[in-house]
């Protein structure tokens, strides 16, 4: 008994010690993303220098790995903004590792085939099981019940122009909500995706296809953001940035614009 005593101890001590030392600063990702992330267009996109960042390949797996060396009970005792940014950092560590692997790319689309597809590809591992992009994405930071928030959608990038920015620095816990704002606005700031014209809301086809996260009543990882019922009601609250005139700003505060969605640009988010 006093055996067992001393085993349960020195495991939860370990587990203990593993869940502090960890860095929820995350930052060896945020040197890399400083140097190889250019911010653009007034901040409201950015590109990545993709031939210098494979030179330092190595320091990024070394990171990832240390992801990936996270026990799930470890995780599940975090708070839920530790949680959330860890998943965005795995989600956008492993899109770059992906692409590294495989530069020079034109298009994350251009790598695996219809039987290989790259964002359910298993090439790393998560809490000590084989996991993909889809998984991260869609059965952890987008299940419902869980975080409920919509503004994942600007912070999880896919390498491609018609994504919202790679920020250039890691999501952190203590500045979560600030981050995931900021996104939000850079977003729906740019009017080569967003914008309100011809009579109509035009913008980006990420609102039609995860049209369903702006109908669920989300209200944050928080829980302090008034409940999300529909993509209208989500627009009225940007509608400064999504029109220049009073009158047409009013229109999407009124919740009167028709919605229409732009093509999505696909094409490698680098810089030259």
Not at 180 to 203: H, I, M, P, T, W
């Amino acid at each position: 008994m006093k055996n067992l005593f001393a085993f349960l101890t020195a495991a939860l001590l370990s587990t203990t010690a593993s869940a502090q030392t960890f860095d929820h600063t995350h930052a060896a990702f945020t040197a890399l993303l400083k140097k190889h992330v250019v911010v653009v267009d007034g901040g409201k996109t950015s590109k990545v220098k993709y031939a210098d960042f494979k030179k330092e390949e190595a320091q990024l797996k070394a990171y990832l790995d240390v992801l990936a060396s996270v026990k799930e009970a470890d995780f599940n005792a975090w708070s839920k903004a530790q949680q959330m940014a860890f998943l965005i950092n795995v989600y956008n560590g492993q899109t770059l590792a992906l692409i590294l692997q495989n530069y020079p790319v034109k298009s994350i689309k251009d790598i695996g085939s219809v039987f290989d597809n790259r964002w359910k590809r298993k090439f790393f591992k998560l809490f000590g099981q084989d996991a993909f992009l889809d998984k991260v994405e869609h059965e952890m930071l987008r299940k419902a019940g869980v975080y409920n928030e919509v503004r994942v959608h600007y912070a999880a990038n896919c390498a491609s122009i018609g994504c919202p920015a790679l920020r250039e620095e890691a999501f952190v816990a203590d500045r979560l909500d600030k981050q995931l704002e900021e996104q939000a606005v850079r977003f729906l700031s740019d009017r080569s995706r967003n914008r309100y014209s011809n009579g109509k809301l035009e913008v980006s086809m990420i609102f039609n296809w995860f049209k369903e996260d702006w109908a669920a009543g989300y209200t944050g990882f928080d829980g302090k953001t008034p409940p999300i019922t529909s993509r209208e009601d989500y627009f009225s609250r940007y509608a400064k940035l999504l029109a220049d005139s009073p009158a047409d700003q009013q229109i999407i505060a009124d919740k009167k614009a028709p919605i229409s969605h732009l093509e999505y640009d696909w094409n490698l988010n680098g810089a030259n």
